[in-house]
């Protein structure tokens, strides 16, 4: 009996009814011949109530489930699956409310859906993750009514689950075309004009049109009696390490998402076309101490390491010591390598102090410094207002801006590379320069 009045939920339908009834016994007090027929109102409404009652409770006709992926990608629409099975020998509506994750802080998530007799049906939702971690799921509850619609039958089914959520794997697949070397013209791909070829030879073929005439071997060509050229390609296994700030000025959030949430989705996709490329790939974060450090391989396996490494990173709110990752990688890293930092730097007086160290790293690596634009300044500046106090602000916006580009004219200046780029367009800035690197030989 009491798992009976657990389940019952009763519909705004009847509230309505038993209004009505009360104004008609009301104004009977001056019509009499309204009493009688509010009476049978009530009992029509009292018959209707136990019949929708017991098409109901019968028997437990309702079957439903949740269906969660392995794994959830940060910042990226993730779907849920619901599945329904309606053994009711009448078509029913359902409001199904599904206890997501706390993380999402949503309160009135709930689907509709009316399903016919004895039938199933798959729904889905979407979840947008904005941090990594462990996700948990509750109960799915699913409200089902008849056609009368006076009562409702809550079934709650014990569907607790937990997902993890990783590093963009999304954003990293939609880039797995950057990895082929013959690529078409794509909105945000640069086309990287190759100054001369690499110096590894891989075969000599027949000459197409568009094939570089300096490239003939006349040798070949004399034997074959065709026209053939040598083919080159970019240089393999080249140690490449993506180098993650973790200090306290990475926890700024742009749109849901912090500065180091999307340097890690970055190294994510920047470590697959690396590694599809036969490149070694390698990371290490820093702050006030040198931790994560993965040493550049190529092997099948070490994507899924590098994404396990990525998953469990953490800013400790600290701040950073540049000499510390000087002397680290001065230490593990003996090899000339290409180094993508993903800092941030918000007043030149900063980078200033750090610069020294830079240019010392510089001077054995190949080293490119991602900095991040702030967006929000972009729009503070880009606010119309007649406001004294709002004109101030952007003034002092519009300085802070300027610094960016005196910070990044600053680096090129001592002969470091350096991108300055919209926390969104990470990905594709950060993998277009390791492609001009590969292009130009620079490594």
Same mark, same amino acid.
Request: net charge positive.
């Given at each position: 009996?009491?798992?009976?009045?657990?389940?019952?939920?009763?519909?705004?339908?009847?509230?309505?009814?038993?209004?009505?009834?009360?104004?008609?016994?009301?104004?009977?007090?001056?019509?009499?011949?309204?009493?009688?027929?509010?009476?049978?109102?009530?009992?029509?409404?009292?018959?209707?109530?136990?019949?929708?009652?017991?098409?109901?409770?019968?028997?437990?006709?309702?079957?439903?489930?949740?269906?969660?992926?392995?794994?959830?990608?940060?910042?990226?629409?993730?779907?849920?699956?619901?599945?329904?099975?309606?053994?009711?020998?009448?078509?029913?509506?359902?409001?199904?409310?599904?206890?997501?994750?706390?993380?999402?802080?949503?309160?009135?998530?709930?689907?509709?859906?009316?399903?016919?007799?004895?039938?199933?049906?798959?729904?889905?939702?979407?979840?947008?993750?904005?941090?990594?971690?462990?996700?948990?799921?509750?109960?799915?509850?699913?409200?089902?009514?008849?056609?009368?619609?006076?009562?409702?039958?809550?079934?709650?089914?014990?569907?607790?689950?937990?997902?993890?959520?990783?590093?963009?794997?999304?954003?990293?697949?939609?880039?797995?075309?950057?990895?082929?070397?013959?690529?078409?013209?794509?909105?945000?791909?640069?086309?990287?004009?190759?100054?001369?070829?690499?110096?590894?030879?891989?075969?000599?073929?027949?000459?197409?049109?568009?094939?570089?005439?300096?490239?003939?071997?006349?040798?070949?060509?004399?034997?074959?009696?065709?026209?053939?050229?040598?083919?080159?390609?970019?240089?393999?296994?080249?140690?490449?390490?993506?180098?993650?700030?973790?200090?306290?000025?990475?926890?700024?959030?742009?749109?849901?998402?912090?500065?180091?949430?999307?340097?890690?989705?970055?190294?994510?996709?920047?470590?697959?076309?690396?590694?599809?490329?036969?490149?070694?790939?390698?990371?290490?974060?820093?702050?006030? #101490?040198?931790?994560?450090? =993965? *040493?550049?391989?190529?092997?099948? &396996?070490? @994507?899924?390491?590098?994404? /396990? !490494?990525?998953?469990?990173?953490?800013?400790?709110?600290?701040?950073?010591?540049?000499?510390?990752?000087?002397?680290?990688?001065?230490?593990?890293?003996?090899?000339?390598?290409?180094?993508?930092?993903?800092?941030?730097?918000?007043?030149?007086?900063?980078?200033?102090?750090?610069?020294?160290?830079?240019?010392?790293?510089? #001077?054995?690596?190949?080293? =490119? *410094?991602?900095?991040?634009?702030? &967006?929000? @300044?972009?729009?503070?500046? /880009? !606010?119309?207002?007649?406001?004294?106090?709002?004109?101030?602000?952007?003034?002092?916006?519009?300085?802070?801006?300027?610094?960016?580009?005196?910070?990044?004219?600053?680096?090129?200046?001592?002969?470091?590379?350096?991108?300055?780029?919209?926390?969104?367009?990470?990905?594709?800035?950060?993998?277009?320069?390791?492609?001009?690197?590969?292009?130009?030989?620079?490594?």
């Amino acid at each position: 009996m009491l798992t009976f009045f657990k389940s019952l939920y009763l519909n705004l339908r009847l509230f309505y009814g038993i209004i009505a009834i009360a104004i008609i016994f009301f104004l009977s007090y001056w019509w009499e011949i309204l009493y009688p027929i509010a009476w049978l109102m009530v009992l029509l409404l009292i018959g209707l109530f136990i019949s929708d009652l017991v098409m109901l409770f019968a028997k437990k006709k309702l079957v439903a489930s949740r269906i969660l992926p392995d794994k959830f990608s940060n910042s990226d629409p993730n779907p849920v699956y619901i599945h329904i099975q309606n053994n009711y020998s009448f078509p029913i509506a359902l409001a199904i409310i599904d206890e997501i994750p706390i993380q999402f802080q949503k309160r009135d998530f709930i689907l509709h859906k009316n399903l016919a007799s004895n039938s199933h049906c798959k729904l889905s939702y979407q979840l947008t993750p904005l941090e990594r971690g462990e996700y948990f799921f509750g109960n799915l509850n699913c409200y089902c009514s008849t056609k009368l619609g006076l009562a409702k039958r809550r079934y709650r089914f014990d569907n607790e689950g937990m997902v993890k959520v990783y590093p963009s794997f999304i954003q990293m697949k939609a880039h797995d075309f950057l990895s082929i070397d013959q690529r078409l013209s794509l909105p945000g791909v640069k086309k990287i004009r190759r100054l001369g070829h690499t110096l590894e030879f891989e075969q000599i073929k027949n000459y197409v049109r568009g094939d570089d005439i300096r490239t003939i071997n006349w040798k070949a060509t004399a034997k074959t009696s065709n026209l053939m050229v040598n083919q080159y390609q970019d240089e393999k296994s080249q140690p490449i390490y993506a180098v993650i700030d973790t200090s306290r000025n990475m926890k700024m959030p742009f749109e849901g998402l912090t500065l180091l949430d999307y340097a890690i989705n970055s190294s994510l996709a920047f470590a697959n076309i690396a590694l599809k490329k036969n490149d070694q790939f390698g990371m290490l974060c820093y702050s006030n #101490k040198i931790n994560n450090f =993965v *040493v550049a391989k190529n092997r099948k &396996t070490h @994507l899924q390491r590098i994404l /396990e !490494t990525l998953y469990n990173i953490e800013t400790d709110f600290s701040d950073r010591d540049i000499g510390k990752l000087y002397a680290a990688l001065k230490q593990k890293i003996t090899q000339r390598s290409l180094l993508m930092l993903y800092t941030n730097y918000e007043h030149i007086s900063a980078l200033q102090r750090e610069l020294p160290y830079l240019k010392a790293i510089a #001077k054995k690596h190949l080293l =490119v *410094v991602v900095m991040f634009e702030n &967006t929000e @300044l972009e729009k503070l500046i /880009e !606010t119309q207002t007649d406001n004294i106090t709002n004109v101030v602000e952007q003034t002092i916006a519009g300085q802070f801006k300027n610094d960016k580009k005196l910070m990044l004219k600053e680096l090129q200046r001592n002969k470091i590379a350096a991108i300055l780029t919209k926390p969104k367009d990470l990905t594709l800035n950060s993998i277009n320069k390791y492609l001009e690197v590969k292009a130009r030989g620079m490594l």
